[in-house]
């Protein structure tokens, strides 16, 4: 992060923040402190941030997100565009006739389309 400038004026460097106060205890009822390592009895540190990651993707394998090459998918043969071959050209039809419609008003308001007869 970079510095950034309080309503007062003031310049705080976020980053120089975080790595003086690491090893303060953290508020709430987890036991670590700042930088995530488990706490013991008097603040001493049990397990660092780093174990526990290591040991959590090693008891759920399946959150662990692999790496796959899609090089290894692809043919070396070259591609051949097969989409002019296959195309098949029709000409658009028009409809034959329409025929002619009115629109009548029924008494009750409603609107209903008839033919007319030519």
Do not use: H
Not at 15 to 41: H, T
């Amino acid at each position: 992060m970079a510095q950034k400038r309080t309503n007062k004026g003031q310049m705080i460097d976020f980053d120089a923040l975080m790595l003086q106060n690491e090893k303060e205890i953290a508020l709430g009822n987890m036991k670590v402190n700042a930088r995530g390592d488990k706490l013991g009895p008097g603040g001493k540190i049990i397990q660092t941030r780093e174990d526990v990651t290591r040991e959590y993707y090693k008891n759920n394998p399946k959150s662990v997100v692999q790496t796959v090459s899609i090089k290894d998918a692809v043919d070396s043969k070259p591609v051949v565009d097969q989409s002019q071959e296959i195309v098949e050209t029709r000409k658009a039809t028009a409809k034959k006739s329409k025929k002619a419609t009115k629109e009548v008003e029924l008494p009750n308001g409603d609107i209903e389309i008839q033919e007319v007869e030519e």
